[in-house]
């Protein structure tokens, strides 16, 4: 399989050609080609988030810490004294680095549902819907946000079978088949899990409608 540095390498490469692109086509404003390019490369080493001790997991749950800490500061700022606000948010980024960290990686099998086109649908919708509702972008903005992690998941997945094919042996590894596949079969509980938090979230996504508009644009700037 590819290792950390290729897919994030690669990932990013894929955001820096997306980002040109909606630069060159006006799709958003030139800062925004950088957070395309940023998120791109995220969505990029997102699906190893399932890999125990991996470098992935480790950057993602480091990256999720911080807003959890800030998010905690804001809160608790009115109740608790500068000596517990201190110890709080402390207890929070070690908490969510570390043990949300450990305890993902071990409720998780690698390149079980992680590594699935469902999983790269949740992330998607996920992205769009924090972005719009959370972050209070325009509809065309947490779409672009969503439609960014999918280019860097998929090809994530991509690169993953690619790793799969002994080119010199010409055969097949074992591993050829469990990234890029629809969803986990073997685990139908977690695939329903995930698929039901993937439809949790559609009443907090932005119209479809900008969605669409889009994808038509991105289809008539590449032919
Ligand atoms: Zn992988």
């Given at each position: 399989m590819a290792n950390f540095r290729t897919h994030i390498t690669l990932a990013a490469v894929g955001g820096g050609f997306l980002a040109y692109a909606g630069f060159k086509a006006q799709w958003w404003p030139p800062e925004q080609s950088l957070v395309v390019c940023v998120l791109t490369a995220f969505g990029g080493i997102l699906p190893d988030i399932d890999a125990d001790h991996s470098r992935s997991n480790r950057l993602i749950f480091t990256l999720l810490a911080v807003p959890c800490l800030v998010l905690a500061a804001v809160l608790l700022q009115p109740w608790l004294s500068p000596a517990a606000l201190l110890g709080a948010c402390v207890g929070v980024y070690v908490g969510v680095r570390y043990l949300c960290g450990v305890l993902f990686s071990r409720l998780t099998v690698h390149r079980?549902?992680?590594?699935s086109l469902l999983a790269a649908v949740l992330c998607t919708l996920a992205a769009a819907a924090l972005s719009f509702h959370w972050l209070a972008q325009s509809a065309w903005l947490a779409w672009s946000h969503g439609l960014a992690v999918l280019t860097g998941f998929l090809i994530h997945l991509l690169l993953d079978e690619i790793y799969s094919v002994d080119l010199e042996g010409g055969r097949f590894k074992r591993s050829f088949g469990t990234a890029l596949k629809l969803t986990d079969g073997r685990r139908p509980a977690s695939s329903l899990l995930m698929l039901i938090a993937t439809l949790t979230l559609i009443p907090w996504l932005p119209p479809w409608g900008v969605l669409g508009s889009l994808l038509s644009q991105g289809a008539d700037w590449w032919r």
């Open positions: 079980g549902g992680w590594h």
